[in-house]
């Protein structure tokens, strides 16, 4: 495993500032976002053609996407809920879009006011339009270790709903652990079990740290194979329709674990750190990086 190369999917432009109070200027997104892929970032979630009602804090997606800087060989997908979700993002020009349902009906109803199968029946005619545009498809199953309105959440359902992404065409499906609730033996045995039907190489990981287990729960399944994993600069973020879902694991965090394991990640660590100090300063609230806060 030490020779490995693991991609870093940022999120903290979109999973971050979706969930933050402080509404922060189109132009400082922008900002963000070029730091980040002068970090060495190659993937870089950007923002969300999502609903401005459902979350207001990135009803500027247009604006943002269009202002950034597109370094060659970086992908800067976006969420999209849906086709006007699509043809928002499309008319700015986007190359890669993210669709998101969830394992637990309950969290989906919440989040996009669908069923599962409404939400994976509403994705059919965004992926074909994305296949005849050419453009790339990520897929997310969230409460893939837990539902803040649901509690348990079958194996099988997770499962089922990954199957159902990467069938439809998702290149990729994240698996979510959108409340944080996860340990690294679950979290191991959840991967395993999607790995039975969707192959490890098209699969990453999303935890969130809301109860401290998100690093242990990446390593165990670095150690299962899963070589993708999703982070957030300076661990910012949430999910606004989950309850009690804190940050996303900070990014410096993951880069620093991965490099001390003789990982390549192609991320320059120093300049990601001065990043997520920057953009706490702009939030007004310290970063929750330890690996940042260890180097002043
Ligand atoms: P709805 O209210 O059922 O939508 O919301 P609707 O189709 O009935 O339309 C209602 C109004 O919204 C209409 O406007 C539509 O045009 C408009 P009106 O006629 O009232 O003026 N509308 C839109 N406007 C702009 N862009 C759009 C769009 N769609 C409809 N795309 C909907 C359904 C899916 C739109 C809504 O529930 C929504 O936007 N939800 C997004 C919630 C969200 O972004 N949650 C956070 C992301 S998921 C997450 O964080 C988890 C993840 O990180 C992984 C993990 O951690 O597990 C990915
Ligand atoms: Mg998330």
């Known amino acids: 495993m030490s020779d490995a190369s693991v991609r870093i999917v940022e999120v903290g432009p979109r999973d971050g500032l979706q969930n933050e109070k402080t509404i922060i200027a189109a132009v400082d997104k922008i900002n ?18 999502v609903s401005p009602k459902w979350v207001p804090q990135l009803a500027d997606a247009a604006e943002v996407y ?31 879009i993210a669709v998101f349902s969830a394992a637990s009906e309950a969290f989906n109803q919440k989040n996009i006011n669908a069923s599962i199968d409404e939400s994976l029946q509403r994705f059919e005619p965004v992926v074909s339009k994305a296949k005849a545009d050419g453009v790339k498809v990520r897929g997310y199953v969230s409460t893939v270790l ?11 359902d997770v499962v089922r709903v990954s ?14 652990d959108t409340i944080g609730i996860g340990t690294p033996g679950k979290a191991r045995a959840m991967l395993e079990a999607v790995a039975v039907e969707v192959p490890m190489d098209a699969l990453a990981v999303h935890f969130h740290d809301t109860r401290g287990q998100a690093l242990a729960n990446i390593l165990a399944c670095l150690e299962a194979g899963v070589r993708v994993v999703d982070s957030s600069v300076s661990g910012t973020g949430g999910c606004p329709y989950a309850k009690g879902a804190s940050g996303n694991v900070a990014s410096e965090d993951v880069v620093y674990m991965l490099h001390g394991m003789g990982m390549q990640t192609g991320v320059d660590l120093d300049a990601l750190i001065a990043t997520g100090n920057w953009l706490s300063t702009l939030l007004g609230h310290d970063t929750a990086s330890k690996v940042a806060r260890a180097a002043g």
């Open 32 to 49: 963000l976002i070029d730091r980040l892929s002068g970090c060495g970032l190659k993937s870089i979630e950007a923002t969300s053609f």
């Open 66 to 96: 269009a202002g950034i800087h597109k370094r060659d060989g970086v992908s800067y997908p976006v969420l999209v809920p849906n086709e006007k979700g699509y043809d928002r993002a499309r008319e700015v020009g986007v190359t890669e």
């Open 146 to 156: 837990g539902c803040p309105y649901q509690g348990e959440v079958p194996l099988a």
């Open 163 to 176: 199957k159902a992404l990467h069938d439809m065409g998702c290149y990729e499906v994240s698996l979510g």
